[in-house]
Structures are given as structure tokens and as C-alpha cells.
């Protein structure tokens, strides 16, 4: 199957998340996760596979840099949607602020795109935010929501590639419940990313999302919405979001953990004589897939890849 784009894979997320009669542990949320390289893409994916779960593949800006070309991130990810039919998948940008630049991962094939205006001014937000939105849906080659487009509104702590906000900042710049409404009218989004309280990067205490913010928010709009920051929220608060109708939950820095650990322990077992890359970094991509298929289990998207599909195929 092709890369579909965020707003398909999500519809049934969406629903249920809007749905006020459904028991909260039918809702679940679809895990975005972060690479650096072309096989941690397919190791993520064979975590969504194992897990029969729908993925979205997240590619940072300071990947980007790594990797030199959004071609060739948007080629791979095609090649591996051929070759894992079964799975569900978007290819989704994250945190980009170039309009320039975005514009073209929506032609070269991204299914999502996330434009990063938030620490802008509200007005400048909402007029950038529209113009790729604008772009996104009439001019990416499938045609109308070819691709579709996540902002965010509030700023979110910590570090991530380019984008820094410190702590105390990030306590000021919540979003704020009465701007969703105009902010998802007027920019005509399809994902809303949310700052309730988490941060890119490590923690150094536990984070406390704010849920009540959240509460306040998803009655505020009907589309879907993200939380950032995923590394380092205890579970039961992950649980807490999707049961309260989050809908997207972006993993990064805990990811590359996982990857450079088995990377040391590989290196620190094998003799010096072992030469082969692909000993060495190889139990790294094996390692992505396992906690990816427990991040499958955790935000409940285990065996929603069928609901997924039904879905599309609406
Ligand atoms: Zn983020």
C-alpha cells in the first residue's frame, strides 16, 4: 500500500476520541517515532507490524541535515510502504518552520507536514499554518489531503534540533483552550499539536501534564490532537491522554536511547575482530522494533491497523 496520509490514518482514532459514549479504553492513539537512519525506519516499522498497528515514520530537521534529502527519506519510505503492505503508514515532518522547505516534502511524497510557527505571534501563526495547509491539500501529487498538515498552538520545553524553549517558558505558553477554535477555523489544519505541560528531550523531574487543559481542548475542536514530547511521561499519564481522546503521540529522544544502548552492548560483546556494521548496529534496529511494539501496546494501537484500513476504505 501507499504512505496515507496522517488525517486518514487517524479518522478512527478521531472518532472514537470524539465519540462520548465509547468506553475510554476503546480509544488509542497513533505513535509517532523519530530515525536517523533508513533501517531504523523499517525496524520501526516491523514493531507496528509485529503489533498489526497502524505507525508514523518522523523525520526532525536535524535528521534531515543527517540524512541530506527529503527525496530520499520520501523514496525509502515509499519503497518500505510496498514492501509492508499490511501496515498503515504516514511519513510525517516534524517541527519545520521553512515554508519553502515544507512545501516541497509535500511534493516529493510526505503524507504529513508540521508547520512550527508557534512561537510566533498568534496572527503570524495562523497565517503561515494556512498557507501550507492551503499548499498541502490543493498542490502534493495524490491531490486533495495528498498530504495532510499538524501545527501547534502554545510552546512546548526543551530541545529539538532547532527549535529551544526552556522550562519556564514553556509553564507560560500552554495552549490556550479559547484560541483553538479560531486557530483550527481560520488555518484549516488537520492535527493539533498541544503544550500541556510535556518537553522535548529527558526529564528531570516527571512532567505534569496539565489535563485539565487537555479536557478543555478536545471539547474545543473535533480534529485531532497531538501530544509532543512522549519521552519520559509515566505510563499511566500516556494512558490518562489517550483516554481522554489524544489522538497522535510524537517519541524521539527515548528512541535513540534504545538504539544506542544495543549498540554499546553489541560493541562491548563481540570480539574486536568483528568487523561487520551490521552486527554492530543491527541488534539497534532490533531493539527500535521491540520498544515500538510496546509503545504499540501502551497507547493501545495494538491490532488497529484493520480498523485503519476500513477506514480508508470507507
Ligand atoms: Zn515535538
Do not use: W
Not at 515544507?102 to 496572527?123: L, P, R, Y
Amino acid at each position: 500500500m501507499a504512505l496515507v496520509t496522517m488525517k486518514e490514518v487517524m479518522a478512527d482514532s478521531l472518532r472514537r476520541a470524539l465519540d462520548k459514549n465509547i468506553d475510554p479504553k476503546e480509544r488509542y492513539a497513533v505513535g509517532a517515532f523519530n530515525f536517523s537512519t533508513i533501517p531504523e525506519m523499517v525496524g520501526i516499522v516491523e514493531g507496528a507490524r509485529e503489533k498489526n498497528a497502524p505507525v508514523i515514520l518522523m523525520l526532525s530537521l536535524g535528521a534531515l541535515k543527517y540524512i541530506g534529502s527529503l527525496e530520499l527519506v520520501a523514496d525509502a519510505a515509499k519503497g518500505i510502504a510496498r514492501q509492508y503492505p499490511e501496515v498503515p503508514m504516514v511519513l510525517h515532518l516534524d517541527h519545520a518552520t521553512d515554508l519553502d522547505m515544507i512545501k516541497h516534502a509535500v511534493t516529493v511524497g510526505f503524507t504529513n507536514v508540521m508547520i512550527d510557527a508557534s512561537q510566533e505571534s498568534f496572527e503570524i501563526n495562523i497565517e503561515k499554518s494556512r498557507e501550507i495547509a492551503e499548499f498541502a491539500h490543493d498542490q502534493s501529487p495524490r491531490g486533495k489531503f495528498g498530504c495532510s498538515v499538524e501545527a501547534e498552538l502554545g510552546m512546548l520545553a526543551g530541545h529539538e534540533d532547532n527549535i529551544s524553549v526552556s522550562e519556564e517558558d514553556a509553564g507560560k505558553a500552554y495552549t490556550d483552550p479559547a484560541l483553538v477554535p479560531e486557530f483550527v477555523e481560520k488555518t484549516g489544519i488537520d492535527a493539533l499539536a498541544v503544550a500541556i505541560g510535556t518537553a522535548h528531550g529527558f526529564y528531570k523531574a516527571a512532567p505534569k501534564i496539565r489535563f485539565d487543559l487537555l479536557e478543555e481542548i478536545r471539547k474545543a475542536t473535533d480534529i485531532p490532537l497531538v501530544l509532543h514530547g512522549g519521552t519520559g511521561v509515566p505510563d499511566e499519564d500516556f494512558k490518562k491522554c489517550v483516554a481522554m481522546g489524544m489522538s497522535k503521540i510524537n517519541v524521539g529522544t527515548g528512541l535513540k536511547k534504545v538504539y544506542t544502548d544495543a549498540v554499546r552492548e553489541a560493541i562491548k560483546v563481540l570480539p574486536e575482530t568483528e568487523y561487520d556494521p551490521r552486527k554492530i548496529v543491527g541488534p539497534g534496529r532490533k531493539a527500535i522494533a521491540e520498544e515500538i511494539a510496546s509503545k504499540c501496546d501502551l497507547f493501545n494501537a495494538t491490532g488497529k491497523a484493520k480498523a485503519v484500513m476500513q477506514e480508508l476504505y470507507r
